[in-house]
């Protein structure tokens, strides 16, 4: 079965520290795989996906198919980086615009 | 641009009662997917619109149905509520493949 496993629920660092958030995936076949990320009081917003290979906000992810992972990284966090970060994959069934499968979610708290 | 609206943004229900959830789409966007996301997890897929027919399915039980219309705005019905409907419930609109565009949810309690 296709699935996204975030291992961690919540990932405290210091501002300034590099940032790892852990996402591993099942499927069979090509994925495609995304970050989405939810600040306070805003809505689910897409942060990037692996085919594009952009930095966005300073995150990187970059897909290894051998260990079936796709993590984000940032090198130096900010404080205004604290949110909820979600892994998600596009699986079948969900038709030409591809359904989304949502990990359970990071909560990254970066303090000052 | 318009981004994507919901209403209501948050009700509560009796269990066994029904109750429709609005979406209204991004400017532009033609298709819509609909999202139950429980406390504590991640969304979890109920469906999706496109040009008002449907066109994929999660693993949702046929008390959950939907509707797209021309404008492509869309409803996401539930008959029967059970407690465990309880959830955030998103709907996301989108053009390009994948790059789906969330509204902000609406919260339904049931009772």
């Known amino acids: 079965a296709q699935r996204v496993t975030q291992p961690e629920k919540l990932l405290s660092v210091f501002k300034g520290a590099p940032v790892e958030l852990k996402c591993n995936y099942s499927?069979?076949?090509?994925?495609?795989l995304f970050w989405y990320v939810q600040y306070s009081r805003q809505r689910l917003q897409l942060l990037l996906r692996h085919i594009s290979r952009e930095s966005i906000k300073g995150f990187t992810a970059d897909l290894n198919k051998g260990e079936t992972s796709f993590h984000l990284k940032k090198p130096f966090a900010q404080e205004e980086d604290s949110a909820m970060y979600y892994c998600a994959l596009s699986g079948p069934g969900g038709g030409s615009q591809g359904n989304l499968i949502f990990g359970k979610g990071t909560k990254l708290s970066v303090k000052p | 641009e318009t981004g994507v609206t919901q209403s209501p943004t948050h009700l509560i229900k009796t269990r066994g009662q029904q109750v429709t959830l609005r979406c209204s789409s991004q400017?532009?966007?033609?298709?819509v997917s609909w999202y139950q996301q429980a406390l504590g997890q991640g969304p979890q897929f109920i469906f999706q619109?496109?040009?008002?027919?449907?066109?994929g399915r999660g693993n949702f039980p046929p008390r959950f149905s939907g509707l797209q219309f021309p404008n492509y705005s869309s409803e996401l019905n539930v008959n029967a509520l059970e407690l465990d409907d309880s959830a955030l419930y998103l709907c996301?609109?989108?053009?390009?493949?994948?790059?789906?565009?969330f509204g902000p949810g609406t919260r339904l309690t049931v009772t």
């Open positions: 400017s532009g966007h033609n298709t």
């Open positions: 499927y069979s076949g090509s994925p495609e």
């Open positions: 996301a609109s989108s053009f390009l493949p994948y790059e789906q565009y």
């Open positions: 619109y496109y040009r008002e027919e449907e066109n």
